[in-house]
């Protein structure tokens, strides 16, 4: 059963503890979807009990709300279905890595080409990014207007998740105008700049129902709580994470707990304080053929995990791409809907 502790001192040092146990009823867990490609959901999403969405945007775009050609997801949106936007840094979205200039609210912007190279993996292509130190002189200014004069007219609020898995961009270092750093000096870098742009949006008039997040893979210990200080943590509505079952033996408790488990050994009061948002979640079919079998355990592993001290998970998308994709789809859906209509989804 989750507890809730509260500690308090006088000015002559004196300390009081006091302790709950606390149940939490009357929310049921919001199960979500992400559709490879960024594409239409709508018709996987029928007939289920489908109630949040995640979408993915790079600051680079110049049509960030609702998305190029994506009308849908404003009907979606006015359905009730809760949206969980992911704004990154990575360039794509755009013809060309060049700078950009734009007219925003009467004022023109001139945005610089990125400077900074992330996802280091030895032997790949690496992706650009718009730099921390680029963020943090305000030369990307423009492209947060741009983004917040969309999300203005879209008629209702989202999470903004800052960031897909910042774990992922920095795991091999990165380098910005040539200068290199290591993963926990981009960690450090990044909580700098994330710190800026929640400061940007936050001192600006947003829609009701704005909220914020930080997005990880969660799968480096030292690197989640280096990413989730408190001092940013009181700026952040959920904390966040992702989960995937790719090896035989991953059973849907353990993977989904694992992150959860250095929260509560590894982070402080506040950042355990807020609801936990899984932005992504799915099973690889390559090692786990039975995708079906595995979707079915999840429900009773996110109620127990909730009946455990630690952040509340709230909201769990499942990733239809990549590793999550779901072989064969009909099937995959069929046990996604079947899984929504579980408690505690229900």
Not at 22 to 40: E, F, K, N, R
Not at 159 to 175: C, K, P, R, V, Y
Not at 274 to 299: F, H, K, M, S
Not at 323 to 340: E, Q
């Amino acid at each position: 059963m989750p507890r809730v502790t509260v500690q308090v001192r006088d000015v002559a040092g004196n300390t009081a503890t006091a302790s709950a146990d606390y149940t939490v009823g009357g929310q049921p867990i919001l199960g979500g979807y992400y559709l490879s490609g960024g594409a239409d959901p709508t018709a996987d999403m029928a007939g289920g009990n489908f109630r949040s969405l995640t979408q993915y945007r790079s600051f680079a775009d110049g049509y960030i709300f609702p998305g190029y050609n994506r009308p849908w997801l404003i009907n979606l949106g006015r359905a009730g279905i809760q949206m969980n936007m992911v704004l990154e840094l990575k360039h794509y979205g755009a013809p060309d890595t060049g700078p950009q200039s734009f007219t925003v609210d009467g004022a023109t912007y001139t945005a610089p080409a990125p400077s900074m190279t992330i996802q280091q993996r030895p032997g790949t292509s690496w992706p650009k990014a718009y730099g921390y130190g680029q963020v943090l002189s305000g030369q990307c200014d423009g492209l947060f207007a741009r983004a917040l004069a969309q999300y203005r007219t879209l008629g209702f609020g989202v999470n903004i998740q800052l960031a897909s898995e910042l774990d992922t961009d920095h795991e091999f270092g990165t380098t910005e105008g040539g200068v290199g750093y290591t993963w926990a000096q981009s960690d450090a870098r990044a909580v700098q700049a994330l710190n800026y742009m929640l400061t940007w949006f936050k001192t600006r008039k947003l829609p009701g129902g704005t909220t914020f997040s930080v997005g990880t893979a969660g799968f480096d210990r030292a690197c989640f709580q280096r990413i989730h200080p408190e001092s940013l943590m009181t700026r952040l509505d959920f904390l966040q994470w992702n989960v995937y079952g790719t090896n035989a033996s991953h059973t849907a408790l353990a993977r989904f707990r694992r992150t959860k488990d250095w929260a509560v050994a590894d982070l402080g009061p506040v950042a355990l304080s807020r609801p936990v948002l899984i932005a992504e979640w799915g099973v690889r079919v390559a090692e786990i053929p039975n995708q079906a079998a595995w979707i079915a355990t999840v429900p009773k592993a996110i109620a127990q995990l909730n009946a455990e001290r630690g952040p509340l998970i709230v909201r769990t998308n499942y990733f239809n791409s990549g590793w999550g994709t779901l072989t064969p789809k009909a099937t995959g859906l069929a046990a996604l809907r079947a899984a929504y209509s579980t408690p505690p989804y229900v």
